[in-house]
């Protein structure tokens, strides 16, 4: 299984953030380095620590990213998804 | 305004209902239900956000507004701050609801409870309505409405809006809707805990600025800084007092948004806990209907192929469906003008009618088509959920020149015409975004420019055809060009701001309402006419009294073209030609350009009557392009080379030579500021353009 495989071994990288997410890999946002407006935003739209994340598709010209969470598609920019830092969801909350 | 009485009461005063819910939840749908389609849409005080308010059908004492959909009570575009302020009863021309009936997507349901739950805090009578169960039944999920109606202590209405089920229902809670002491719903939050939520909470009812049941929610919510532009005060109706104490507090703890951010994450903690209660997922995962979609509109090939046919439909549409249409509103104007002439005779009222009024009428009504066209396909697009697409798909090009991926659908059908263009930014939430899109957007070569590009390129141009191509391909280059780089300027310097958020939802695909869309058309087409219908009407009567006063005496007999000149359009065409000189244009062109303001494609009907050609003139005339081939200066040399050609090109490449434009702009940032900006830095810009063609081509000797 290359998804298990690869699944531990970004891990290895604490400080994994959502616009290096591979296509398709699960994790959980573990939070939201942005101070300000722009972090409420993102938290508001259900990217709350604990919440599982799913990068679907990658827009043409490389950005936005198109994610999944909390069952509906969200699309962000790189630089604002640069600002979701991530965990294994197996993690504790 | 303590006690809130309830919609059961038989009273002659009317109740208002007020609808909020996540965008693309099926709000309008279940207004439409409840109003049937009796209802009118005007704007919100100040600001284009439509404002559509009727009376219930059945219940003329109840009127329904529907107010913009938004995620939460945090407003970040005027259209969710409009939301929430008639929530608070804080908007200017909107009073506070008596009832609220917030509408869910079922089939999204943890996002949708997020503002749902803030609003339940707002303790006013409340009806949650669960629409789009039919997507539920259709993935095989279940959902429990006792267990959610329990959970959030007020009734629950299941819904299918497409079909109308549960209307009725609906109908029969609101009228059951019962007086009652304020609600009290509250959840284990943690901020209540907090000392600077208890702190604000002091001041809200020190100044008593919204009711006392409200006083919790806008407290949390009041933590967070204003986020909008300052030039659009969140809180400008509060008592100034109130704001400062606020700005206050806001200042001292550094806008540390610590607290709200762990308001959310709370508050989502419990919305998980509750939607595991009331929602059972499917066993087997389907694929939905809108997976099957998107994997082949996103394709890297068929995704490509199908955003080109879309965009590409859409383009041909508004050229050259709405053609046929425009002829026939042209011929229309063009009769009535006739009918009136031989009924008034003739003398200065009868030209004014058919000159000035009928002819101003039909400078604004000849739009008319375009921009229905434009706001049909819009209106189709957001509907079916494919507008999130293309603004998620260009995105990553327009952020290259700052701006958003929204600004595109705009730019692009600005080359059949910048009016519709300009209504058409409205779905740009942000502001900055939004008037840097309007002031570019006119630069596109739109429609009108076609006819002069033509005459002037078959006038001066050899006959090989790659030539003229080339030529004409150019020019739209230009503009493209000069769009893309004063947005880049604009969003550096007069509109420069923090980024925006580009935090956008793809909604699932929908089959799109044919009817709605046209109705939403209709409205939007009908605001234009009224609106800046008046504007360029009357500036049209301004332009035909320029061109036609002073009269010569009847007795003198001149000719079209020598009154012409003698008019104050020409004494301006002639006094500005040593201006005009460096361009290489002549005063002929001067009037032309002159009463080409009014719209770019009276420049060449002008030039027919400077040129004295007795026909009516347009771009085919074969005796107004050899006048223009053979006009020469008084001292024998040609007025119209090459250089001159190309130099009159880019000038009405880049001025703002319509009216028309001017007026949706006024209307669209409600200021006068913003259409004299655009027109001054236009003409700037295409003067100096011109200027550096013509001296520099001179100065190569291809004079």
């Known amino acids: 299984m290359t998804v298990a495989a690869s699944d531990r071994s970004i891990w290895s990288d604490r400080k994994l953030t959502l616009d290096r997410l591979g296509i398709g890999i699960p994790a959980c946002v573990d939070h939201i380095t942005a101070c300000g407006d722009r972090g409420v935003h993102l938290m508001e739209m259900g990217l709350t620590p604990g919440a599982s994340v799913t990068v679907t598709r990658v827009a043409l010209f490389g950005d936005p990213i198109e994610v999944v969470v909390r069952g509906y598609r969200l699309s962000l920019r790189r630089a604002e998804a640069r600002l979701v830092a991530l965990r294994s969801c197996g993690e504790g909350v | 305004m303590s006690t809130v009485r309830g919609l059961a009461v038989a009273a002659t005063d009317t109740k208002r209902l007020a609808l909020i819910g996540n965008p693309n939840c099926g709000k309008t749908t279940i207004f439409n239900h409840l109003t049937g389609l009796r209802h009118k849409v005007a704007n919100y005080a100040g600001v284009t956000v439509e404002r559509r308010e009727g009376a219930m059908s059945g219940r003329p004492d109840v009127r329904v507004l529907d107010l913009p959909g938004c995620y939460s009570l945090t407003p970040r575009s005027i259209d969710q701050r409009i939301a929430r302020d008639a929530l608070l009863g804080w908007a200017k021309d909107v009073q506070r609801p008596d009832a609220l009936i917030v509408v869910l997507d079922a089939s999204n349901l943890e996002r949708n409870l997020f503002l749902a739950t803030q609003i339940l805090e707002l303790n006013l009578p409340t009806i949650i309505v669960c629409n789009m169960l039919d997507v539920v ?83 949390s919510l009041l933590l967070a800084p204003a986020v909008l532009d300052e030039s659009q005060p969140g809180f400008a109706n509060l008592p100034p007092a109130f704001s400062s104490a606020l700005a206050e507090l806001h200042r001292a703890d550094g806008h540390d948004v610590s607290a709200i951010s762990q308001a959310v994450e709370t508050r989502y903690r419990w919305l998980g806990q509750c939607v595991e209660a009331v929602f059972t997922h499917a ?117 290259k020149v700052g701006l958003h991926g929204k600004s595109f659908i705009p730019l692009l059908s600005s080359f059949a015409c910048a009016v519709p263009a300009i209504m058409a930014t409205r779905t740009i939430e942000n502001r900055r975004d939004r008037f840097t899109t309007m002031l570019v957007a006119p630069l596109m070569s739109c429609s ?92 049209s009567i301004i332009l035909w009294a320029l061109a036609y006063f002073p009269r010569a005496p009847e007795s003198a007999n001149v000719s079209a073209g020598e009154q012409l000149r003698r008019s104050y359009i020409g004494r301006i065409g002639r006094s500005i030609e040593p201006v005009l000189e460096p361009l290489g244009f002549d005063w002929k062109i001067g009037v032309g350009l002159v009463s080409s303001f009014a719209a770019r494609e009276v420049f060449v009907a002008t030039m027919g009557v400077v ?93």
């Open chain 2, 283 to 399: 066993e087997t995962t389907t694929t939905t209907h809108s997976d099957r979609i998107d994997r082949v509109v996103t394709h890297k090939v068929w995704g490509l192929v199908c955003f080109g046919a879309v965009m590409l439909t859409m383009l041909v549409a508004i050229f050259s469906w709405a053609t046929p249409l425009m002829d026939g509103i042209d011929w229309a104007v063009g009769s009535l003008g006739a009918a009136a002439a031989s009924t008034l005779g003739e003398g200065i009222l009868a030209d004014l009618i058919v000159d000035g009024v009928v002819a101003g009428v039909g400078n604004v009504v000849v739009f008319f088509p375009q921009i229905c066209i434009l706001f049909l396909f819009i209106a189709l697009l957001e509907d079916s959920g494919y507008m999130a697409r293309v603004a998620f798909v260009m995105d990553g090009l327009m952020s």
């Open chain 2, 137 to 219: 039944r259709s993935r095989k999920h279940r959902i429990d409405l006792d267990a959610l109606q329990s959970h959030l202590g007020a009734p629950v209405i299941g819904t299918v809006g497409a079909t109308g089920e549960g209307i009725d229902r609906l109908r029969a809670a609101i009228d059951s809707l019962e007086p009652h002491e304020p609600r009290t719903f509250t959840w284990q939050g943690e901020d209540a805990a907090n000392q600077r939520v208890a702190h604000l909470r002091g001041l809200i009812r020190t100044h008593g600025i919204v009711d006392p049941g409200m006083a919790n929610i806008v407290a």
């Open chain 2, 611 to 703: 040129y004295g050609i007795e026909e009516e003139a347009d771009e085919e005339s074969a005796t107004l392009r050899q006048e223009i081939a053979t006009a020469t200066w008084p001292d024998g040399r040609k007025v119209f080379t090459p250089l001159v050609g190309i130099s009159l090109m880019v000038f009405y490449v880049l001025a703002c030579q319509c009216m028309s434009t001017l007026a949706v702009v006024k209307r669209e940032t409600d200021s006068w500021r913003w259409p004299a900006f655009m027109f001054a830095y236009m003409t700037a810009l295409a003067y100096s353009a011109s200027f550096l063609v013509y001296q520099c081509g001179t100065a190569l000797g291809l004079g």
């Open chain 2, 448 to 539: 009108a420019r076609l006819p002069i590009y033509i005459i002037l390129i078959s006038a001066l141009f050899g006959t090989s055809v790659w030539e003229k191509t080339g030529i004409m391909m150019s020019m739209y280059a230009l503009g493209t060009l000069a769009a893309l780089v004063v947005a880049l300027i604009l969003k550096r310097t007069i509109l420069k701001g923090p980024t925006p958020t580009f935090v956008l939802e793809l909604p699932p695909y929908r089959r799109p309402r044919l009817g709605a869309a046209l109705r939403n058309t209709w409205d939007r087409g009908k605001m234009f006419l009224t609106e800046a219908g008046s504007v360029i009407l009357a500036m």
